[in-house]
């Protein structure tokens, strides 16, 4: 079983940065890839980005490619999500989840969500 608990939403405005991160508890951390996914209102949930195990490869949805950066720290157990340039269509709640592998979508745990308004 692993815990996974996110933190560092909140409200920006567009152009602004916001880091969010994923602190996990329970069975191993690193031997589970990481990724970020967000639910909009009325929409579905979507993958965001991904991290291999060791974190020596990422993966991007091209609608954040080039300002939203995955990293993850497998001695504090946290996986990030530094988003820079916001706009308004990133606002959604921002999961994170611990997947089979890198390719994996569907995950095997979720943190509860953390949400993120950006204003216009």
């Known amino acids: 079983q692993v815990q996974l608990v996110e933190s560092g939403g909140g409200l920006v405005q567009a152009g602004g940065s916001l880091r969010l991160s994923c602190a996990a508890s329970g069975r191993t951390f690193s031997s589970y890839a990481m990724g970020w996914f967000r639910q909009a209102p009325g929409k579905e949930r979507e993958f965001v980005a991904a991290?291999?195990?060791?974190?020596?490869?990422?993966y991007y949805a091209d609608s954040v490619k080039g300002r939203f950066t995955i990293s993850r720290d497998n001695a504090k157990n946290t996986v990030y999500l530094q988003m820079n340039s916001l706009k308004p269509e990133d606002t959604a709640v921002y999961y994170c989840?611990?997947?089979?592998?890198?390719?994996?979508?569907?995950?095997?745990?979720w943190g509860q969500g953390t949400q993120v308004t950006v204003s216009s």
């Open positions: 991290i291999r195990r060791s974190g020596g490869s990422t």
């Open positions: 989840a611990a997947l089979k592998n890198y390719y994996d979508r569907r995950g095997d745990y």
